[in-house]
Antibody, heavy 116, light 113 residues
Framework: QVQVVQSGAEVKKIGASVKVSCKAS????????INWVRQAAGQGLEWMGW????????GYAQKFQGRITMTRDTSISTAYLELSSLTSEDTAIYYC?????????WGQGTLVTVSS | DIVMTQSPDSLAVSLGERATINCKSS????????????LAWYQQKPGQPPKVLIY???TRESGVPDRFSGSGSGTEFTLTISSLQAEDVAVYYC?????????FGQGTKLEIK
């Protein structure tokens, strides 16, 4: 079945970077965009950006410009999100999701905890 | 950025009754060239990722029960659950994908009365 599966939880120090992976299966990885959305505890959904796995072209939300990088490895159908200069406000569940408009399916989420 | 505003923030409905959630966009999300409304609805249950229910404002995703329906114009949209079931308890989000940044409503928490 079509699915995206994310890497496990991360605990990072303030100022560090985190890299989350998202492995696609059940479809042609290069045929659909991958988006990243995060959700702080008890809060709503915040879109971070998108990547075209075929071209590698990316688009980022302005809020994250300068400290976000989305990449991919097409040989293993995997997308990556890297976020640098972490602060406590980056503590959240990070989701990848397939789609070029509406999103589906979503990964199970990766909890990133940033602490001092 | 397009701001999406949902109402109400929370809603309690009796089993078998109708539930209605509204979503208003600060700008038009109707593309007049193809007459499509770039609006989706998601359901998120506790501890789970969101799941798409509706896209193009009124197209039901495959496998979604037909008690879920979407409607609306270029700026005002509605998600209706015709007969609430216990498994529908969740937070519901609208999303516009007319332009980037993609934006979501703040969510509506649906509970059983």
């Amino acid at each position: 079945q079509v699915q995206v599966v994310q890497s496990g939880a991360e605990v990072k120090k303030i100022g560090a970077s985190v890299k989350v992976s998202c492995k696609a299966s059940g479809y042609t990885f290069t045929s659909y965009d991958i988006n990243w959305v995060r959700q702080a505890a008890g809060q709503g959904l915040e879109w971070m950006g998108w990547m075209n796995p075929s071209s590698g072209y990316t688009g980022y939300a302005q809020k994250f410009q300068g400290r976000i990088t989305m990449t991919r490895d097409t040989s293993i159908s995997t997308a990556y999100l890297e976020l640098s200069s972490l602060t406590s406000e980056d503590t959240a569940i990070y989701y990848c999701a397939r789609g070029e408009g509406w999103f589906g399916p979503w990964g199970q989420g990766t909890l990133v905890t940033v602490s001092s | 950025d397009i701001v999406m505003t949902q109402s109400p923030d929370s809603l309690a409905v009796s089993l078998g009754e109708r539930a209605t959630i509204n979503c208003k966009s600060s700008q038009n999300v109707l593309n007049s060239s193809n007459n499509k409304k770039y609006l989706a609805w998601y359901q998120q249950k506790p501890g789970q990722p969101p799941k798409v229910l509706i896209y193009w404002a009124s197209t039901r995703e495959s496998g979604v029960p037909d008690r879920f329906s979407g409607s609306g114009s270029g700026t005002e949209f509605t998600l209706t659950i015709s007969s609430l079931q216990a498994e529908d308890v969740a937070v519901y989000y609208c999303q516009q994908y007319y332009t980037t940044p993609v934006t979501f409503g703040q969510g509506t928490k649906l509970e059983i009365k």
